[in-house]
C-alpha cells in the first residue's frame, strides 16, 4: 500500500512539472505583433481650422496640438490656415487648402501623400538608410539632400510646381524621372508628358516667409541649452527652452522643470487619452511643450517639485505613447513613472522592442526590463505612486470618450491608493469611435472637398498594406532576418555630373498610380524590423571623424552641429557659435581661477595649523615669519679668557700711543 502511495505521488509530480513545462514553453512560443516604428510625427502648430481622419475611420474631427501622427492619418487645411508637423529630421508646414497625409512612417520612410494646396519641407539631414517622397498626383518626389522643398498642387490635381531653394530631388513619373537641382522651378502638367518647364527661383511670399521665422526659431533650439542633455531624435525638444529651466540633481543629473504650471500640478493630468494605432492608448497633453517630456525620459518629484529626466544623449531615443504606470480598482487611474522604473507595452511586442524602448529613455537593467515583461501581473514598487498627488483617476467613460481629464478627475483617497495594486500594463479597455478620434466627430470649419480626399497620386515606394499582425518566431535568427532587410534596401548609387549621388529604387523603377489605402485602427505595416542604425556622426564637413568614444556620457556643452545643413544655415549660426565658444572659455577661465583660489586657501589653512602645532622659543623672537624655517644650527659658545691684572692693563694702554706714533711715521716714509 505504501508503494503504491509513493508511485501516485511520484506520477502526479511527473505530470504537474509536465503541465509547467508546456504551459510556459507555450508563453514563450506566442507570436509577438508587429513591433511599432521607433518615432511618430507630431502635430506640432495649429492656425485656423484644421481637421483630421485618423487610419481607419470615416469621420473627421478637429484637429489638435501635439496629437501623434503615423501611416493612414489624413489632415485637411482650410482656408486661410496653416499647420506645422515634425516627424524626424523633417518639418513639414502646410498652407491653405492643402489635402495631406501620411501613406508611410517608419523608423527610415516619410512618405506624404499631398492632392491639393502647398506645404514646405525642411529636411535637417538624411542618413543612409533614410527615405522621404513626396507624392502627388502626377509626379513622386524623391528628397535626395538635406535642404528646403516647396510642392504646390492645384485645384484640378494635374499640374505639381517645385521649387527647391536648397537641395536636390528626383521627380519620376510615369517610366520617366528628372533630377531637379537647387535654386530651380520645376512645373510638371498633365499626366502624359513628363517634360517640365524650368525656371528660375524667385522671391518669397508670405508662406514663405512664415516658414523661414519657423525654421529660424528650430535653428536656435538647435544650440540651446537643451539640446547638450536631450538627444536630437527626441521630437518636441525645442520647446523646452523657452517653457522651463534646467537644473543639476546629484541623483539624477540634469533635470528640466516647467515654469507655466498651475498650483498642484502633476504630470499627465492637463489633457486626454485617444487611442492610435499601433501603439494604443496614447496620451495628448494640452501644454504647449506638452510632447516629448510626456512620450520619452522619466518624471521624479524632487525637492517639492515635479522634474523631467531625459534618457542618455547619446543613443536613438524611441517614441512611447504613454510613460505611466496604472492603478488597479474602480475607474481608470495612472501615475507617471520614475527614473529607472519599466514601461511595458500593453501590446506583445517583441522583447527587444521593449528593451531599447526603456533603455533609450532611462537608465534601468536590462535584467529588470526582462523580469517586468514576463511577470505583468507583479505588483512592483513605484516612487511616484507614493506622492500626493501624483496618482489621477477618471471614470472609464472619460477615458474611453477622449474627454479632457482635469475637468472630470475623481479624487482619490490617500489610503485607497495604498491598498490598491500598482501594474505597468495598460488596462485592456476597448476603445470607441471618440477614442479614435481623439474627441467628438465635430468639424469647425468646412468639410474637405470629396475629390480632394479620393485623389489618386504617383508613388515610386509601394506603401505598406494594412494587416493586423504576423507571426514572429523568438528563434529565429536576429543577424539573418537584419542581412535580409539590408539586401532588400540596398540601392544604386549613380553619379551626375555634378559629383552628386542619386538614389534610385532597386526594384521600384516605374512608379504606378495608386490610392490611400484603407487602413484600420489596429493596422500594421507588414515591414520586416528596420537594421538599427548607429549614432549620427556629428562632425564638420571635411574632418575626418575621431575613433567612437566608448563611455557611456557624452562630453560636456556638445553641439549639434551637422556636416549637412545648408550653408545659408551655416552663414547665419556662424556668430552663434563664436559667441558660444567665447562664453565657454570664459566659463574655463572663470573655473580655473576658482580652483587656483580654492588651492590657495587649502595651503594657507595648512600652513596655519602647522604653525599654531609648533612649540613657542621664548628666548628668541623674530619681527616677521619666515617663509621658509630652516632647522636651527647649534655653535659653541666662546670662551672667554680669563681677566688680566691691573698692572698689565696699564702697561698695555701705555704701548698704545707709541704704536700708533710708529705705524704714522712709516707711512710718511713710503710717502717721501
Known sequence: MANMTQNSLRALTALSLCLAFGLAYGQDNEPYDADPPDRAARLSYLQGDVSMQPAGEDEWADAMVNRPLTTGDKLWIDQNARAEIHVGEAVVRLGSNTGFSFLNV??????????????????????GNDQIEVDTPNIALSILRPGRYRVEVDDNGDTTIVKISEGMADASGGSQSTVVHAQTVATFRGYGDFTPQLATLGAPDEFDSWSLERDRRDDRAAYSQTAQYVSPDVTGYQDLDDNGSWSSEPEYGYVWTPTRVSVGWSPYRDGRWAWIAPWGWTWIDDAPWGYAPFHYGRWAHVRERWCWVPGPRHVRAVYAPALVGWVGGG???????????????????????????????????????????????????????????????????????AE???????????????????????????????????????????????????????????????????????????????????????????????????????????????????????????????????????????????????????????LRAREDRPQRVQQERM??????????????????????????????????????????????????????????????????????????????????????????????????
Open 106 to 127: 517608419d523608423d527610415d520612410t516619410i512618405q506624404m501623400r499631398m492632392t491639393a494646396g502647398v506645404i514646405d519641407v525642411n529636411v535637417h539631414a538624411l542618413d
Open 331 to 401: 475607474g481608470v487611474a495612472w501615475f507617471p513613472l520614475g527614473p529607472r522604473e519599466v514601461y511595458v507595452p500593453a501590446r506583445r511586442f517583441s522583447p527587444r522592442y521593449v528593451e531599447r524602448v526603456n533603455v533609450t529613455n532611462t537608465i534601468v537593467n536590462r535584467v529588470l526590463i526582462k523580469n517586468a515583461y514576463e511577470h505583468r501581473d507583479a505588483n512592483p514598487r513605484y516612487r511616484n505612486r507614493a506622492v500626493a498627488g501624483g496618482v489621477t483617476a477618471v471614470s472609464r467613460e472619460t477615458f474611453t470618450s
Open 404 to 558: 479632457h481629464v482635469g475637468n472630470h478627475r475623481v479624487r482619490l483617497d490617500e489610503r485607497e491608493i495604498a491598498r490598491s495594486n500598482g501594474t505597468a500594463v495598460a488596462p485592456q479597455i476597448a476603445p470607441v469611435r471618440e477614442s479614435r478620434l481623439g474627441g467628438s466627430a465635430r468639424v469647425s470649419g468646412r468639410m474637405p472637398p470629396r475629390a480632394v480626399v479620393a485623389r489618386q497620386v504617383i508613388v515610386k515606394r509601394p506603401p505598406p498594406q494594412a494587416s493586423t499582425r504576423f507571426v514572429r518566431n523568438p528563434e529565429t535568427n536576429n543577424a539573418q532576418r537584419e542581412q535580409a532587410e539590408v539586401n532588400r534596401t540596398r540601392r544604386d548609387r549613380v553619379i551626375d555630373e555634378r559629383g552628386t549621388r542619386e538614389a534610385r529604387s532597386e526594384h521600384n523603377d516605374r512608379p504606378g498610380r495608386v490610392q490611400q489605402p484603407n487602413i484600420q485602427p489596429d493596422a500594421q505595416p507588414n515591414t520586416q524590423p528596420r537594421v538599427e542604425r548607429e549614432p549620427r556622426a556629428e562632425v564638420p564637413r571635411g574632418v575626418v571623424a575621431p575613433p567612437a568614444q566608448q563611455s557611456t556620457h557624452d562630453q560636456p556643452g556638445s
Open 575 to 672: 556668430p552663434q557659435s563664436q559667441d558660444q565658444q567665447q562664453r565657454q572659455q570664459a566659463e574655463q577661465l572663470q573655473r580655473q581661477q576658482q580652483y587656483h583660489q580654492q588651492r590657495e586657501s587649502v595651503d594657507n589653512a595648512r600652513a596655519s595649523r602647522q604653525q599654531a602645532e609648533r612649540p613657542v622659543d621664548t628666548q628668541r623672537t623674530e619681527s616677521r615669519p619666515r617663509e621658509v624655517e630652516r632647522p636651527r644650527v647649534e655653535r659653541p659658545e666662546r670662551q672667554q679668557a680669563p681677566p688680566e691684572p691691573r698692572q698689565q692693563q696699564s702697561e698695555r694702554q701705555q704701548q698704545q700711543p707709541e704704536k700708533v706714533r710708529e705705524i704714522k711715521r712709516n707711512r710718511d716714509d713710503e710717502k717721501n
